[in-house]
């Protein structure tokens, strides 16, 4: 591992910081976080294998 990983690997923890915080200002219960987070994850993973399927063919 060299300086440039360790880097990236420590901002990765910051901007995940600062998504957790911003999620907790929300103030909602962890069942509708993790329902909205699945949703996301969804779309993604929907959006991603729309673009494969598109890009196969």
């Known amino acids: 591992m060299n300086e440039y990983e360790t880097v990236r690997i420590v901002a990765l923890i910051g901007w995940l ?3 957790v915080g911003a999620l907790a200002s ?3 219960n962890w069942g509708k976080a993790l329902k909205m987070g699945f949703t ?3 779309i993604f ?3 991603f ?3 494969d399927l598109v890009s196969a063919g």
């Open 49 to 51: 294998l729309l673009f």
């Open 40 to 42: 996301w994850v969804a």
């Open 26 to 28: 929300y103030r909602m």
């Open 45 to 47: 993973v929907g959006l």
């Open 17 to 19: 910081i600062l998504a």
